[in-house]
């Protein structure tokens, strides 16, 4: 038999606590490897010795036996008792015993007889734990709970411990808001006196507030005091909202929501009486009842303000404060005055300025006077900049967005700057801001960035279907903090049926750790447009584009920056000619006049530069500010290519409060060519070419496809033709044309979106839903020749073929006049072409989309509906993307 030392049973003991003997002694009798109910109520109290004569002559203890034990020895036992050999017997000293070895927990049961003096003590011992088991756990897993539960394998069984362990569960599940969760422990008997512990766990729907109850409200209805509070009722329309689950921290901050919406409406004596939150009996739903008490509604009486600061005029401040004499008084309004005062001092140096209101309320009037008093404090200067918490950004990166270094006037303006200059990194988590801490003097200010490193590495995959492109894939991987050193390097590639690029790049924001920043991009583009020859898709042209680009920029002002660039492209078009060529050249009837223009060997040469001017909060997720970006291009510098061209785009973010963002975007851009152009028959064509032009849809017009709106040329396919080549139809599927967009000279967008803020729920989650309103146009091309109607004729004999352009008879479609079939041939296909969408009318799409930030990256869904649009135009309701974060 396996023995403990005294000492590791004695440390055993002090672990333990009361146990009952009549669970164990229960599952003694119970067969092993059944699971048993393990009793909760409290312990019965422990036997009394047997009862001893009063008469009887006193005993004295001759010998001490211990029987029974299996894991600890007679001497330990013996250790925990105070009676000895040699002390007189009582029952008093027998029932001491018997408490002594209750209160170890070490023993299931205790029995003590007296034979004239020879005591026998027999002892059942506690068993020993052999594992937890945890079933019906699925809202919270065992990583939660187990940490919580006290008893562990090889400790001693006791059904307090068990009794503790439930309570602890029960409240992690209140703590969910899952109040009606019940836990019944359960043991499993096994063989050397050990047991399995099983939690058999109910967990119970979430309590949820059925009903909120307001009493004593007069001025205002339940329904709006209900929509200040954070708490919602439960229903069905919130089945997504955190916010129908009880929380008693919830409600009282509920309290101090109700209080501040009180006091922003002049009523100043405004108070909750009290707050209850009753369990419905099935402990599925919580009834909260508020009693408030409104009072009197107040106005603001005068309002001052005393300086002591020598460069701040009372006077001459309290006639630019927002709240004046017989407004209704505000709480809020007070609260903003003295941040706003606070911050107006901290430009001018003094970071400690306290301002404080004073009030005085006359209950007679039903007025209240305030008096903002800004104590005297010394102005204050820079005494030290400390960085923490960055463990892969170097130091440098941080320090070089403050716009305040040692030994500078203290300025909070310059401070805020500072904080959104490093929150627009990206390289740290949004809640960021710079603190203020004292430093060795009363006039030195120590200015601490503790920042918070989250992944800047970026994969983004995105998908989709374009019924030009059938199915389109894009990645790209992006570090934007190489190395710590704040740089970018990134590659990408995009992969569909007719395109296909792979681009390398590298920005350093500071050039030799100077304000210059400089990148370079490498590409390689190929392009492939498609049409259909009996319904099968084929490859109409190809451009391959080879180039680089590189960039140097240099700030101008804090807000504003200059960028130049530099771009060397080498581009390719092609052609299939055993498709489109006929006796070594390009036959416009095979391809269309436009793509044999397009076809040929070019060098650009374009010398470009950018201003931006950017007021942005928060480059990443801006919620206010402005950007307006200005650039031009000029392609001439040499090369074969020569045009100039100017873009434009601007943005500005409203934070409207409570969470939402509305932001204007707007875009446009102009491109004219410096040289004309001519065909190889000397017809004058126009002068930009089709590479060069500007093209628009999906992603920047949402509700269309990629370059779904603008100049195009279809081709439309007559089928079910006689014998004769007359009459049949086109298709109206769109699939089964062949539609090129052929862009434009000029084009605008406009966006408008109003992010929409969820409850809480939705915000941990990252759900950032918004509805949009997008519009734009691309037009203005020189009108390329087409066919109205095509005739491919066959010889019957020889099999030879030919295009004959012919012209349509307008009083029956899809006949022709003044043109006979030769003798010896037939048609053998037909088709129309048309040119379409060139029109500065503005396509407008309206929509719904939510950016979701997932446990596998970022994903941005959105549903449009097209409200205006041109013949020729290719909608799509719906786009995604979805990418990852590493």
């Not at 602890?168 to 006196?193: C, H, T, W």
């Not at 008093?373 to 204050?380: L, N």
């Not at 627009?424 to 490193?453: C, M, T």
Request: charged share 25%; with cysteine.
């Amino acid at each position: 038999m396996k023995r403990f030392s005294a000492v590791t049973m004695a440390l055993l003991a002090t672990s333990a606590l009361v146990a009952a003997p009549s669970a164990a002694l229960a599952a003694s009798k119970v067969k092993p490897g059944k699971a048993v109910p393990i009793p909760t109520e409290a312990a019965a109290p422990a036997p009394a010795a047997p009862a001893v004569d009063p008469a009887a002559p006193v005993q004295t203890v001759r010998s001490i036996t211990v029987e029974g034990a299996q894991r600890l020895e007679a001497d330990t036992i013996l250790s925990y008792i105070r009676l000895r050999t040699g002390d007189p017997y009582t029952q008093a000293a027998g029932d001491q015993v018997l408490k002594d070895l209750y209160a170890t927990e070490l023993f299931a049961d205790a029995q003590l007889k007296n034979d004239n003096g020879a005591i026998t003590i027999t002892v059942k011992e506690n068993p020993v734990v052999n594992r937890i088991i945890l079933e019906g756990n699925k809202r919270l897993k065992e990583d939660k709970i187990l940490p919580e539960i006290k008893l562990t394998a090889r400790q001693i069984f006791t059904r307090s411990k068990v009794r503790a362990d439930v309570a602890r569960i029960i409240e992690l599940y209140k703590r969910q808001g899952r109040f009606a969760a019940s836990v019944e422990p359960k043991m499993v008997m096994l063989d050397q006196n050990r047991v399995d512990i099983v939690f058999e766990i109910q967990e119970g729907p979430k309590s949820k507030v059925r009903q909120i109850n307001i009493i004593g409200n007069e001025k205002f209805s339940d329904s709006q005091l209900r929509g200040e509070m954070v708490t919602k009722q439960s229903r069905f329309f919130r089945m997504f909202s955190s916010g129908t689950s009880y929380d008693p921290d919830r409600l009282a901050f509920d309290q101090q929501k109700l209080r501040q919406f009180y006091l922003t409406k002049g009523y100043a004596d405004f108070r909750v009486v009290s707050s209850v939150a009753e369990l419905t009996p099935d402990k599925r739903d919580f009834i909260i009842t508020y009693v408030v008490e409104e009072g009197q509604r107040y106005k603001f009486g005068d309002v001052k303000v005393e300086s002591q600061l020598r460069d701040f005029d009372g006077t001459v401040l309290a006639k630019r404060l927002p709240l004046h004499k017989g407004d209704w008084y505000n709480a809020k309004l007070v609260e903003d005055t003295v941040d706003s005062l606070t911050e107006t001092a901290g430009t001018f140096g003094y970071a400690f300025a306290d301002v404080r209101p004073d009030f005085q309320r006359n209950k007679d009037d039903l007025t209240m006077s305030v008096d903002f008093r800004i104590a005297d404090a010394p102005r204050v200067y820079v005494e030290r900049v400390d960085v923490n918490g960055n463990t892969l950004t170097q130091d440098k990166v941080i320090r070089r967005e403050f716009r305040l270094a040692e030994g500078d006037a203290f300025n909070s303006f310059q401070i805020k700057r500072s904080s959104n200059r490093i929150k627009s990194l990206g390289y740290f988590q949004e809640k960021f801001e710079i603190e203020q801490k004292q430093g060795s003097a009363p006039d030195r200010i120590v200015l601490e960035a503790n920042v918070e490193e989250k992944p800047t590495g970026q994969l983004q995959l995105s998908a989709g279907f374009s019924s030009l492109e059938s199915f389109i894939f894009q990645a790209s991987i992006q570090q934007n903090n190489f190395r710590g050193r704040g740089q970018t390097v990134g590659a990408s590639l995009d992969y569909s049926r007719y395109s296909r690029s792979v681009q390398l790049s590298f920005t350093e924001p500071y050039l030799f750790d100077r304000n210059v920043s400089f990148g370079i991009d490498v590409y390689r583009r190929d392009y492939n447009s498609f049409n259909y020859y009996n319904s099968s898709r084929n490859t109409t042209y190809r451009q391959a584009t080879t180039g680089f680009q590189a960039r140097v920029g240099v700030a101008l002002t804090e807000y504003m920056s200059l960028v130049g660039r530099y771009t060397l492209n080498f581009d390719d078009v092609t052609l299939d000619k055993t498709l489109y060529y006929s006796d070594g050249r390009c036959d416009p009837f095979k391809g269309g006049f436009y793509l044999c223009d397009a076809i040929g060997k070019r060098t650009s040469s374009i010398l470009g530069a950018s201003l931006i001017y950017d007021t942005l909060d928060n480059r990443m997720r801006p919620t206010r500010g402005s950007q307006v970006v200005v650039g031009t291009d000029f392609a001439g510098l040499g090369g074969s290519v020569k045009y100039a061209r100017i873009t434009a785009n601007a943005s500005k973010y409203f934070a409207l409060g409570k969470g939402f963002v509305f932001s204007l975007r707007g875009e446009g851009g102009a491109i004219q060519p410096l040289a004309k152009r001519y065909d190889e028959a000397g017809n004058e064509v126009d002068g930009v070419r089709l590479t060069d032009r500007f093209f628009l849809g999906q992603p920047q017009l949402r509700g269309f496809d990629i370059r779904g709106v603008g100049p195009r040329v279809l081709r439309k396919f007559y089928t079910g033709l006689n014998a004769d080549g007359t009459g049949g139809t086109t298709s109206t599927n769109r699939n089964d044309w062949q539609d090129d967009a052929i862009g434009g000279r000029y084009y605008y967008l406009a966006h408008a979106e109003l992010e929409i803020p969820l409850g809480s729920g939705a915000r941990e989650l990252g759900l950032r839903p918004s509805i949009f309103v997008d519009a734009g146009a691309v037009f203005s091309v020189k009108k390329p020749d087409v066919n109205p109607l095509v005739l491919q004729i066959v010889n019957s004999t020889t099999g030879d073929s030919k295009y004959v352009s012919v012209t349509p008879d307008p009083n029956n479609a899809g006949n022709w006049i003044n043109y006979t079939v030769p003798t010896g041939y037939s048609v053998s296909r037909k088709f129309a072409e048309s040119y379409v969408g060139n029109s500065a009318k503005p396509r407008v799409s309206v929509g719904v989309g939510v950016n979701w930030n997932s446990p596998f990256g970022p994903f941005r869904i959105d549903f449009a509906k097209v409200l205006s649009k041109v013949d020729g135009d290719d909608p799509q309701a719906f786009t995604f993307n979805v990418g990852t974060q590493f």
